[in-house]
């Protein structure tokens, strides 16, 4: 009983971790961070699967901040 505990506490604590601190983000995440749209970051990712910006964890996608940073700082549009 006490293990679970220690693992809701420390999921908990988890999800109080700021968005620039974060290695991945979720789509929605991104979508907050980056002030671009879900839909807009979805289609980003889908012509860069193979590039390093997105990590598939399943079928939840997570993106890599800093990458996605350095692929927005080349880019002129979106």
Same mark, same amino acid.
């Given at each position: 009983?006490?293990? &679970? #505990?220690? #693992?809701?506490?420390? @999921? ?7 968005? %620039? ?7 929605? @995440?991104?979508? #907050?961070?980056?002030?671009?749209? @879900? ?28 990458? *996605? @940073?350095? *692929?927005?700082? %080349?880019?002129?549009? &979106?």
């Amino acid at each position: 009983m006490a293990r &679970i #505990i220690k #693992i809701e506490e420390s @999921e908990r604590n988890m999800q109080n971790i700021a968005l %620039k601190d974060k290695y991945c983000l979720t789509v929605a @995440e991104a979508a #907050i961070y980056f002030n671009i749209g @879900e839909k807009k970051i979805r289609r980003i990712i889908v012509g860069h699967l193979d590039t390093g910006l997105v990590i598939q964890n399943g079928v939840k996608i997570l993106i890599n901040r800093k990458n *996605f @940073e350095k *692929f927005l700082d %080349k880019t002129t549009s &979106i």
